[in-house]
C-alpha cells in the first residue's frame, strides 16, 4: 500500500546526477515534535513509519508520537516497524525454509494460492553453522572438514537450493564462505537501502532483523537491526511488520582511546559488563560522543555484536567518516558512499561528536581505563581482569569439583574459597552453589592425570588445563586489529621456539575468507600453523558448540578423572555445555590471549608473572616478551588489508564451489518431503488448523514439567551441540538407522521436528530443582507416581493424559541465542505456560509466537517465596478476557493451597493477536487467505 504522507515528507535527493525518493524527517512538525534531538536510532524508526504510513497498521497519530517521544516515559505506545530486509544463518533458517514450505501445503489445503507463500522483503542467508572442527592441527584441516560437512549435510543443502529456486527475494551464500554477520558488515548490509516501490527508486536508511541474536554486528556499520526467533523473520519476509513498543534509548558516552596492551575484546568485554549491571533488557543503546569518532570501525562491530549480552535490542552506532571508510574498504561502490554520506547528512543521521541527543538514560567510559580481560567460566557478562584471572579460576573451580573427590584435602579447599561475584552465583537451573570444594591447580591434594598420546608424548593434565584454544566467531575475527595481533604473538612465539601444550586442541575459523587472504599477504600463516592453528573452516564452530572432539587420550583422562578443564575462545557465548560435552568451565577472550593460553596450558596461571614456556637456549618466555605492540599492528594491517581483497572475494559470492553447484536441486512450487529423512521433515504446526482461531481457554489441571533457577539459557532449553546416544533425539536417530558418527548436531538437525522435541530440555548441565541431584534432560513424571524419566518420555504420557503443563523458572529466562526451536520444542512438549521473574526479550516473544503463555511472579516473589515446590497441579484462570479483544494485565494462577497475581507478559497487542491464533504462524496463514 502506498504510503498516505499526511505530513508531505516525500521529496527527492540526487545525488552525483542520480535522483532518489526519499521521506524528509524534517517534515514531521507539530506540539512536542523535536525530530533534531532525538536519539540516531530513534530517527529511523521515524523515517520508517513515514514510509510505510497506511493509515491503518501506521497512522500520523503514530509518527507524532515517536517524533514527540518522551525520553524519561516508560515505553507503552505500539509502532510497527517494517525492516528492509532479513537475515539468516542456517541452523535457524532451515527451520525457517521447512515453515515456509509446510504453509505453501497449507495454504493450498485451505484453498489458496501456495504462491502467494513468499518472500516480500529481500531475504538472504548465510550457511555457517554447520562446519564442525572434526580435523584441526594439520594443513589438510579446512578440506577435510568441508567435506565431512557435506556429507552430514547433503540433504539440508539440496533443501536450501530448492528454497532459492522455489522462493522470490531468497539468495543464499553457501558454506565456506564465512559467519553470517562478518559476511553482512562487510558485503550485504548497505547503510542506505534502494529499492524500486511504484517506479520510484526509493532509498531509505538499511534496517533489518536476523535469525541469530548477534545480528546486533550491522549496528556497528549505521544499521538499526536486531535478532528475532525465525518464526517472526518469516513473518517479516511474508511482508508483516514487526510489533513493538517505543523503548527506552540508552545513551552511552565514549571518550579517550585504548591503552597499549588491551584490545577491542577487552573494551567489549567492558562494556558488557557495565551494560548488564546497568540493566538494557528490551532498550535501545547507542553510542555517541567524541571517543565514537577516535573508535575504528571494527571496533564498532565488534560491541554492537555483542549486544544480546549485554540484554539489550541494538547497541548502535551513527554514520560517521569511519562508516564510509569501512564501505570503501570493503569493496563497496564509489555510488553507494557519495549515497550514504549525502542521505545521512540530509537526514540529520550524520554523527555530530559535540550533539548530545535526548536520552532515558546514560553511561559513560573512558576507554584510555580499559584492562586486558576475559569472561567467564560460564556468562559472557562476568568479565575479569587477567591480573585476576588465575585467583578468579580458583575461587569458580569450587562449582565444577567434586567434594568427594579422592585424597582431597580441607586445607587446599578452604585456600581458595569460592567468589560471590554474579559468574559464580546460583543459575542454570540450580537453586544455589554447589556445595562442592576447589582444588587449586597445581596445589590440588589429589595426583593429576597421566596421558600419553598416539605418537608416544606423555604429559599430566589437571583442573584448569585449557583443553582448547579457538580463534572464532563474528564477534573478533571480523576485526583485524586482534586477528594481526594473534598472528604477530604468534610469529613472536615461534621465533622464540615456543610450542602450543599438546593437549590443547587449537583451530582457527575466520569470519571470511578475506582474513585468510591478509594473512597470507602479511606472510604469518606459518606461524600461525606452526603453533596447529591451522584453517578448520570459514563457519561459526567453537561459539556455537562446534568445537569437534576433544583429543581422544585427553578427553578420556577427563572423563575418567572427572577433571574440569577449560576452553578458551575468542567467542560472545560461553554457556554451560555449549562449546564441548566434556568441558566445564569457558572463558571469552581475545585472539591474542587465546594464542597466549594455548602455549601456556592452563587457566592456572598469571598470564602476566608466569612464563609461557622456554627459549632454544632454556631462558624463560613471558607474554610481555612476544606481545606486539600497536605500532607493529597498525603497520601490518596497513600492508596487508586492502578493498581488493574484500571485491575478490566477495565477487561471486552466491555461486559456492563445485561441491555445491553440482548438487541435485528439487523443483516445484512446493517440497517434496521424503519420509525416510531424519534431516528435513514437514512441520505439523498447521496439522487440522481450521479457517477461523478457536476461542482462548483458561488452563487447568497443569502439572509441572521443570522447575528451574536463573539465568536458563536457550542453550539449556534447547541446546545446538552433539546428541548424546543415549538421549531420547540419539535413540529416535539409531532406530532410524543413523550410526553414532553420522548423528551431527541438534543444530543441524532443526529441520526435523521430531529430534527437536526430543532435544528441549535436555541440555547436559540443566539442573531441574523438581528432579533434585539430577543434571540433564530428566524430570519426576507425576503420571507415573513422580518417577525420574526423560523430559520427552514425561511429556508424552503427559500427552496421552490429556494434562497441560507449565513451567516454573527465575531470573533471566531465555537469555542467550534467539533460538527459536526453544520455543517450538516447548510447546510441542505441551508446555501451555511458563512463571517466571523475567525474561529475555526474543524467547518472551518466540514463546507467545508458539502458542505460550508467558507470565511473571508479582513483584519480588518467586517460586521459593511463595513455596512452590513442583510438585502441585495449577489452574490460571482470566486469559479468556482476550476473547473480548482485551489482553489482561494479570492472570489468577491457583497452585494447589498457594494462589498469586501472575503478571501477563502479552506486551503488544500484535502479541495479543499472534496468541488468539494459537501462533504467529497461524495469525499469518489465515490474514493472507483472507486478502
Request: proline content about 6%; charged content about 25%; glycine content about 10%.
Amino acid at each position: 500500500m502506498p504510503s498516505q504522507d499526511s505530513f508531505g515528507a516525500k521529496s527527492t535527493l540526487d545525488v552525483d546526477g542520480k535522483s532518489y525518493e526519499i521521506f524528509r524527517l524534517d517534515k514531521v512538525t507539530g506540539d512536542g515534535v523535536d525530530v533534531a534531538s532525538l536519539p540516531f536510532s530513534l530517527k529511523v524508526l521515524l523515517e520508517n513509519l513515514l514510509r510505510t504510513e497506511d493509515g491503518a497498521n501506521i497512522t500520523a497519530d503514530d509518527i507524532r508520537a515517536l517524533g514527540s517521544w518522551d525520553a524519561d516515559a516508560e515505553p507503552s505506545k505500539e509502532i510497527q516497524f517494517t525492516p528492509a530486509r532479513v537475515i539468516m544463518q542456517d541452523f535457524t533458517g532451515v527451520p525457517c525454509v521447512v515453515d515456509l514450505a509446510t504453509m505453501r501445503e497449507a495454504v493450498e489445503e485451505l484453498g489458496g494460492d501456495a504462491s502467494r507463500i513468499n518472500p516480500l522483503a529481500p531475504a538472504e542467508m548465510v550457511i555457517d553453522h554447520s562446519v564442525i572442527a572434526d580435523v584441526f592441527g594439520s594443513p589438510e584441516a579446512f578440506e577435510r572438514n568441508v567435506e565431512i560437512e557435506y556429507e552430514r549435510n547433503r540433504e539440508r543443502y539440496q533443501f536450501l537450493r530448492w528454497g532459492q529456486g522455489a522462493f522470490d527475494d531468497f539468495k543464499v551464500v553457501p558454506p565456506g564462505t564465512g559467519i553470517v554477520h562478518q559476511v553482512n558488515i562487510e558485503h550485504l548490509a548497505r547503510t542506505v537501502f534502494t529499492r524500486e516501490v511504484d517506479g520510484e527508486l526509493q532509498a531509505y536508511p538499511d534496517t533489518c532483523v536476523g535469525t541469530d541474536s548477534h545480528t546486533t554486528m550491522v549496528n556497528g556499520i549505521g544499521v538499526v537491526g536486531w535478532g528475532v526467533g525465525g518464526i517472526e523473520a518469516e513473518a517479516a519476509m511474508l511482508g508483516q511488520p514487526v510489533s513493538m513498543l517505543i523503548p527506552r534509548v540508552v545513551g552511552f558516552k565514549l571518550s579517550g582511546e585504548l591503552p597499549e596492551g588491551a584490545t577491542a575484546t577487552d573494551l567489549v568485554l567492558t562494556i558488557t559488563e557495565m551494560l548488564r549491571k546497568h540493566g538494557v533488557v528490551g532498550k535501545f543503546v547507542e553510542f555517541y560522543g567524541e571517543g565514537v569518532s577516535a573508535l575504528p570501525l571494527a571496533n564498532r562491530a565488534t560491541i554492537g555484536n555483542m549486544s544480546p549480552e549485554f540484554g539489550s535490542t541494538i547497541a548502535v552506532f551513527p554514520i560517521d567518516e569511519q562508516t564510509v571508510d569501512y564501505l570503501r574498504l570493503t569493496g563497496r561502490s564509489e555510488e553507494q558512499l557519495k549515497l550514504v554520506e549525502a542521505y545521512a547528512k540530509e537526514q540529520g543521521l550524520w554523527h555530530d561528536p559535540s550533539a548530545e541527543p535526548r536520552y532515558s538514560e546514560r553511561l559513560e567510559l573512558d576507554v584510555s581505563t580499559v584492562v586486558p580481560s576475559l569472561a567467564g567460566p560460564k556468562r559472557p557478562q562476568d568479565r575479569i581482569s587477567l591480573s585476576d584471572a588465575k585467583a578468579s579460576f580458583r575461587g569458580a573451580l569450587v562449582d565444577y569439583v567434586d567434594e568427594d573427590e579422592q585424597g582431597y584435602d580441607e586445607a587446599v579447599a578452604e585456600s581458595f574459597p569460592a567468589s560471590d561475584s554474579p559468574s559464580h552465583a546460583a543459575g542454570n537451573g540450580s537453586a544455589a552453589p554447589h556445595d562442592n570444594v576447589a582444588h587449586g591447580g597445581g596445589d590440588r591434594a589429589t595426583n593429576p592425570a597421566s596421558v600419553t598420546l598416539e605418537d608416544g608424548t606423555t604429559f599430566e593434565i589437571d583442573h584448569g588445563a585449557v583443553t582448547i584454544a579457538a580463534i572464532t566467531s563474528c564477534t573478533n575475527t571480523s576485526n583485524p586489529s586482534v586477528m594481526i595481533g594473534a598472528a604477530l604473538l604468534a610469529k613472536k612465539a615461534v621465533e622464540k621456539g615456543l610450542t602450543r601444550k599438546p593437549w590443547v586442541k587449537t583451530t582457527l575459523a575466520p569470519g571470511s575468507k578475506v582474513v585468510s587472504d591478509y594473512y597470507e599477504r602479511a606472510g604469518l600463516t606459518p606461524y600461525l600453523d606452526k603453533l596447529g592453528f591451522n584453517l578448520v573452516g570459514y563457519g561459526c564452530t567453537t561459539c556455537i558448540g562446534n568445537s569437534g572432539p576433544l583429543i581422544p587420550e585427553v578427553s578420556k583422562a577427563v572423563n575418567d578423572n572427572d577433571l574440569a578443564v577449560v576452553s578458551v575462545l575468542s567467542g560472545n557465548r560461553n554457556f554451560e555445555g555449549r562449546i564441548n560435552p566434556d568441558i566445564k568451565m569457558n572463558y571469552l577472550a581475545s585472539p591474542p590471549l587465546v594464542v597466549a593460553y594455548a602455549l601456556a596450558g592452563s587457566m592456572d596461571v598469571d598470564l602476566f608473572n608466569d612464563p609461557l614456556g622456554q627459549d632454544s637456549d632454556g631462558n624463560d618466555v613471558f607474554m610481555r616478551d612476544i606481545w606486539p605492540s600497536p605500532a607493529e599492528v597498525e603497520e601490518t594491517i596497513a600492508g596487508a588489508v586492502n578493498s581488493e581483497m574484500f571485491g575478490d572475494s566477495y565477487q561471486d559470492v552466491f555461486a559456492g564451489d563445485e561441491r555445491w553447484r553440482s548438487l541435485p536441486t528439487p523443483e516445484g512450487n512446493t517440497f517434496e518431503w521424503d519420509a525416510d529423512s531424519t534431516y528435513v521433515r514437514k512441520a505439523p504446526y498447521f496439522e487440522g488448523m481450521p479457517e477461523e482461531p478457536a476461542p482462548v481457554e483458561d488452563i487447568d489441571g497443569a502439572r509441572v514439567l521443570l522447575k528451574l533457577g536463573d539465568s536458563v539459557t536457550t542453550d539449556h532449553i534447547s541446546p545446538a551441540g552433539a546428541i548424546k546416544k543415549d538421549s531420547p533425539a540419539g535413540k529416535y536417530l539409531a532406530e532410524h538407522g543413523v550410526e553414532q558418527r553420522d548423528f551431527n548436531s541438534y543444530g543441524s538437525r532443526r529441520g526435523n521436528h521430531e529430534v527437536m522435541i526430543r532435544g528441549t530440555f535436555a541440555n547436559i548441565r540443566l539442573r531441574n530443582q523438581l528432579a533434585p541431584g539430577t543434571e540433564g534432560g530428566v524430570t519426576r513424571d507425576f503420571t507415573n507416581g513422580g518417577d525420574v524419566t526423560t523430559v520427552y518420555e514425561a511429556s508424552e504420557n503427559y500427552l496421552a493424559a490429556g494434562t497441560p503443563l507449565v513451567v516454573l523458572s527465575g531470573k533471566e529466562y531465555g537469555s542467550g541465542s534467539s533460538r527459536d526451536w526453544a520455543a517450538k520444542g516447548t510447546a510441542l512438549l505441551g508446555v501451555r505456560a511458563v512463571i517466571a521473574e523475567s525474561y529475555e526479550r526474543i524467547h518472551r516473544s518466540n514463546l507467545i509466537g508458539m502458542g505460550v503463555l508467558p507470565l511473571q511472579y508479582p513483584e519480588g516473589q518467586n517460586a521459593e517465596s511463595l513455596g512452590l515446590t513442583g510438585e502441585e497441579t495449577f489452574s490460571i484462570t482470566g486469559v479468556t478476557e482476550l476473547n473480548d479483544g482485551k489482553t489482561p494485565k494479570t492472570v489468577k494462577v491457583k497452585a494447589d493451597d498457594v494462589e498469586f497475581d501472575a503478571v501477563v507478559r502479552i506486551d503488544t497487542p500484535g502479541e495479543a493477536d499472534y496468541y488468539r491464533h494459537g501462533g504467529i504462524m497461524q495469525f499469518v496463514l489465515r490474514n493472507l487467505l483472507k486478502s
